[in-house]
């Protein structure tokens, strides 16, 4: 186990943004295409966070064309440029997996008062 765990403090990242289900987040993804890379952003609303360690994933849902896409991403991959908070959501749970069947008016989240 302590093999396991000194193997995964190099590879966890240090500067990761904090951020919840309910926020609103942009994720900057680098995509390779043949010799090319580019970033391309991937925005929409996290319904799930799962930490374990090195294997910590979130899922982000948006809706594209009338259509539901989500997309599940490792939280420490090198893929991943960086993540921005666009919004804070003010949820009372920590999956929300309940907005696969919701959407127009009724998919929309509110947003946390900072005060």
Do not use: C, W
Request: proline share 2%; net charge positive.
């Amino acid at each position: 186990m302590e093999m396991i765990k000194s193997f995964e403090e190099g590879r966890i990242k240090k500067e990761i943004a904090s951020f919840a289900p309910g926020d609103n987040v942009k994720v900057h993804v680098k995509v390779i295409e043949g010799e090319k890379e580019r970033i391309q952003v991937f925005q929409g609303i996290v319904i799930r966070r799962r930490n374990a360690g090195l294997r910590s994933t979130f899922t982000v849902r948006k809706v594209s064309d009338g259509i539901g896409v989500e997309r599940i991403f490792p939280l420490h991959s090198n893929i991943i440029e960086k993540i921005e908070v666009a919004r804070k959501g003010a949820v009372n749970r920590a999956k929300l997996y309940y907005l696969r069947g919701k959407k127009g008016k009724s998919a929309r989240i509110k947003e946390k008062k900072i005060s």
